[in-house]
Structure formats: C-alpha cells, structure tokens
C-alpha cells in the first residue's frame, strides 16, 4: 500500500508554453523517484509510448514504493497553457494557485492521502509563476510556518494538508526581466514585446508600476535605504537616492516587487529549505546568462578569459568556473580566415546547417529563407497582436470576477462575468458596453495588491526587522559561490535514470556551481550594456544571504547550439539539438531530495 503521506511537485511551462515542453523534465523526475503523475496532468503532454499510466506502473516496482514514509506525485500544470501565459504574471499566478488547492483537495478525497511537502519547479516565465503563486499561498496560510503555529492560518479551505515549502526551482527564468543589450534589434524587441504580449509583456519588459509598497515603518526604510546597496561602488552611486525617490512617488513593477521585502513574496521564498536556480552561462538567446542567474556582469561574454570545469557525469553542467589569462593567439591569417568563414562559425542565417531539419530539407529552407522569413515575421506578429488583445480582454473578465466575489461590483455583474468565463479564469473578452473603464480598472487593481499586503503584514515587517542590520552589514555577491553543505547523500557515479536497482537510487549533494575566483578578477568586456537601476535593485536583493541563504546557482554550459533555451529543458524530445539537455535534466533529477 503506497504512503499516505504526500511530496507534491509541481511542474509550470514558459510563455506560449504547455505541458508537452516539460514532459520531459516531468517523467525523468517520477521515474527517478518512483513518482506517480497526478491525473490532473493533461494525457497529451506526453510522447508515446510514455504516459500516465506506463509511470505508474514504473512506480509500482521502484525501490521507494516499499517507503511507509512518503511517496512523490508529480503535477505538469496546464492551467496556463498557450495565449493564457499573456495573462500576466500575477493572473498565472492565481489560476496556478486554485489548480494546486484543487490537486490537494483531490490527493486527500480520492487518493486518502495528506500533502506534507510542496515543491515548486518553473521553466522561463513558469519561474516567476511560481514565484507568485508561492506568495499567494503564503498569504492565505497555506504553509507549515509560523502563521499556523501561532493560530493565524486560513481554516476556510476544503482540506486539512498544511505543507512544508520543501524546494523551489527555477530554470531559465528571467528573475531580472528582459535584459536590453543596447543594439537597434534589442530596443525594438522591447517596443514589440511590451506591446504585443498583452500584460505579461509589459511585466517582463518591467514596463508596468501597480505595485506601491506599504507605508513604511522606521525600520521598514532604514531598510529599504540600504536595500538600493549592491556590491560594487559604482553599483551603489547608480542605485541612491534619486532612485527611491522615484519608489515613493510610484509604484513598482510586479517583478522588483517579488523580490522587495516589503511584500509578501520575498516572505514566502524564505520559507523554503532550498531554492535551486539553474541558468544558461551561454547561448541563451531568450533569457540570458545575467537576467537567469540576476547577475550584475557576464563574465561568460568572453570565454578565453575563463577556466572550466564540468561535471564528470553530466557535463553540461559546471562544477566551477575561474579567470584565467587568455592564451597568446598564434594564429596565422590564413587560419584566422577560415576560421571565420567555416561553416561551424557563420551566423544560424547563412548556415543551413544550423537550421532545425534533416538533410535535405535544411538547404529546401535556407534556398526559401528570402521569401519565408518576411511572410513568416509578418505571421508570428499578427498571432502576438491577436492573441494580445484576446488577452487583454480575458484579464478584464478576471478583474469583473475578481471584484464580484470580493464585493467591489455589484452583484448584478455575476451574471455578466459567469457568462464568459469557467472555472479556470478562461473566457472571452467582454463586450464594449460592459468594459470596465481605466480608472475603474486602476482602483480595482490597487484594492487586490493591498489586500495581498495586509494579509501579512506583520509577517512582512518582521521579516525586514530580521535581517535589517545583516543586510547592511553584508554586500550582497553571486550565491553560486556557495559551498554545499553535502548532508543529502553520497553521490553515485551512474547517470542511468531508467534502472530500478535500488543501490543505484540515490540523491545527489545539491552543489551548486563554485566561483572560483575573486568578482574583480574576471574579464568584463566594455561592450556589456549596463543593466537599470531596477534591476540592480532586484539582484541586490536576491543575492543577498541574510534574506535568502538557501539559494544555490547551478550553470549549464552547451556548446555549438543556435539557442540553449529550449536545450536546457529538452522541450522537443525528437530534436537533435533539444537532447544534449539530457544530461542536465538528469542532474537535475539527481540532485532533487525526495
């Protein structure tokens, strides 16, 4: 008879994401640890011949299947599938959260079982999902913490579990927003993205200010003085004064707000026993290196200046990194020459090679390349704009709801609401004589944002009064620099994930990847565009160890790949280059403590 006693995963896509692109990730992890996949899972995020089914029967001859103690059950969340990660951050978020009670709720009705640990895993923009959703659950004392033990948790909910936060793992996330590099094609991307992928957009491009933070307390601004502090001098004169003036007089954006003390986000992160970021150190095309790993510099930008040292088993992943003096080049011109022009080196646009189809169709595609590529932009810019709008309307069903059951609206406008959206918070968009108007809109937005803050404040306030004075004391640096403490288990030389020998299931020490030289010692090319003072602000924050000491960064090196983000989760299982993240998905797996 399987444990009563329930470690619940859950599993959260990207933008304009599904399940399928983390099915991978989702199986390798319940065949490792002899999970089962909740039913709640949708059957078509799997590739036959894998399915719900065929892992449960995995489960049922794993070495943990006889354990008394717990059992795992994974969840890939598809609330959020497609155009719905327009929505915005925080409405992921909350149709997250409601999917998550709803799987507890369903862990102890029908499978008689009790949740007593949650992890939270996210992929890109499923990084700060989850990020939201965990302060979400925080506020409505969810949690094992301190709320319940002091008689403050919420007894309204339909079940009785009351979890430990046990890990939170966020792979390719950009914790720091979409990071501009300076060129044209970056200040028009920002133009577009902001504008065309409907409320998540302008929160990734950190273009939104609802946020306004509570009234502070005098200890609340002694810290929020010191919390523009960062680890350089030239970081603390960019992030003084002026800088919070500009906070007091408008809001922040939602994502400096998940990670500024001051609200309920940052209070739910501590609570976790691990936090895991794993970040592409290069090749990352959509989320890169500094914005993955909230990082001030890359010091990847210039690979001759560093020394490597990988991972025996699984060598995608980085042991440690240090500077190192470039070697003289000794290369003659005509070695220079064909370097430079030999197809390995040429831009993914003149190289067919490099195009994601077998041969002959790669050349098929690069002949047509001319006259695909114009009708193909045009395309992907007429679904943004559409599916934007769709979006944008679908929001202001949520925010009508919202208000409803909250008594902002009166209830003549539940018929209104009911009519056009299900249980999910997916619908369409409302007619225009029944539009809210801005103002409207504004008032509501800033009700739901303060009764967020007041649900913790006093958690909040004691959380900064805490760490206050360490925080001055200590200059936040890069986390990955950690050394793990090694108490998980003793590590095991095979990377086999498919075998059931139960001498060969073990956890991993969760070692994070180890700087190993001093900041100032790595090479930073001038070039590197510098990031804002907002985002400053958030790696100062999230690098800081006296809010957040369980953070451990791991480093994923791929080499020869057009763009690593998709590599890092194997989203396409059927394509070549997608598979060289297999290994890093299978340290992952590793490393994750049952």
């Known amino acids: 008879m399987p444990a009563s006693t329930v470690h619940l995963v859950i599993i959260h896509h990207g933008l304009w994401g599904s399940p399928s692109n983390t099915s991978y990730l989702a199986s390798t992890l319940a065949k490792y640890h002899g999970a089962t996949i909740s039913p709640s899972t949708p059957t078509s995020s799997f590739t036959p011949p894998e399915s719900i089914a065929t892992l449960s029967a995995h489960a049922e001859t794993h070495p943990n299947a006889q354990r008394q103690d717990i059992r795992m059950v994974v969840l890939n969340s598809g609330v959020n599938a497609g155009d719905h990660t327009y929505d915005g951050i925080d409405w992921c978020g909350e149709r997250l ?25 996210g992929y890109s923009l499923g990084g700060l999902v989850i990020r939201y959703a965990a302060g979400l659950m925080y506020a409505d004392g969810f949690f094992t913490t301190m709320q319940r ?22 792979i390719a996330t950009p914790h720091l927003g979409i990071s501009s590099t300076g060129s044209t094609f970056s200040k028009v991307a920002k133009y577009v993205g902001s504008r065309s992928l409907g409320r998540s957009g ?16 005098n200890a609340e601004a002694s810290f929020t003085s010191s919390s523009a502090l960062s680890s350089t001098v030239e970081q603390q ?40 970021i794993y970040a592409n150190a290069v090749a ?24 490597l040292n990988r991972d025996p088993d699984h060598p995608a992943l980085l042991l440690s990194y240090a500077a190192k003096s470039p070697e003289p080049n000794r290369k003659t011109i005509f070695k220079k020459f064909s370097q430079t022009f030999s197809p390995k080196n040429l831009p993914w646009i003149l190289n067919p090679q490099r195009f994601p189809f077998k041969f002959p169709l790669n050349y098929v595609a690069w002949v047509c390349l001319p006259v695909l590529l114009p009708v193909m932009l045009g395309l992907v810019l007429h679904k943004l704009r559409s599916d934007s709008k769709v979006s944008n309307g679908r929001v ?8 409803v059951e909250n008594g902002h609206l009166p209830d003549q406008d539940v018929t209104k609401t009911n009519g056009i959206v299900n249980g999910n918070g997916k619908g369409k968009p409302v007619s225009k004589a029944n539009r809210l108007d801005k103002a409207t809109r504004g008032d509501l937005e800033s ?27 200590e200059q936040p640096t890069s986390s990955s620099s950690n050394v793990s403490d090694g108490t998980n288990s003793t590590s095991s030389n095979s990377s086999d994930l ?44 999230l690098n800081n160890h006296s809010l957040l000491p369980q953070v451990k960064k791991h480093l994923a090196h791929f080499q020869d790949v057009l763009n690593a983000h998709a590599v890092i989760i194997v989203r396409t299982t059927s394509m070549e280059s997608h598979r060289k993240g297999i290994p890093l998905i299978k340290a992952f797996v590793q490393r994750f403590d049952l």
């Open 97 to 121: 959260v409601k999917e998550i009670y709803s799987e507890v709720e369903r862990i102890e009705t029908e499978d008689k079982g009790v949740v007593a640990k949650l992890s939270l895993i």
């Open 149 to 170: 033990e002091e008689g403050k948790a919420d007894n309204k909910m339909p079940f009785k579990s009351r979890p430990k936060p046990q890990s939170l793992s966020t």
């Open 202 to 217: 302008r929160q990734l491009y950190l273009a939104d200010s609802e946020w306004v933070p509570p009234k502070a307390t």
């Open 237 to 276: 004169d960019r992030a003084s004064s002026p800088s919070q003036a500009k906070q007091a007089n408008q809001g922040l954006c939602l994502i400096e707000a998940l990670s500024d003390p001051r609200f309920t986000f940052l209070c739910a992160l501590r609570q976790f026993s691990r936090i895991d």
């Open 284 to 307: 990352d095309l959509t989320v890169p290196y500094r914005t993955a790993a909230f990082e001030p510099d890359d010091p990847f930008a210039t690979p001759s200046h560093l020394s």
């Open 396 to 403: 202001e069903v949520l925010e009508r709801l919202w208000a």
């Open 447 to 473: 009700k739901r944002i303060s009764g967020l803050l007041a649900s913790v404040e006093a958690e909040v306030e004691e959380t900064i009064r805490e760490v206050g004075e360490d925080y001055v004391a």
């Open 498 to 541: 498919n075998t059931d020998d139960s001498s060969r299931y073990v956890i991993k020490p969760n070692t994070p990847t180890l700087v190993s030289s001093p900041p100032n010692a790595y090479h930073i090319p001038p070039s590197q565009h510098p990031l804002t003072l907002t985002q400053l602000r958030i790696a100062s924050n």
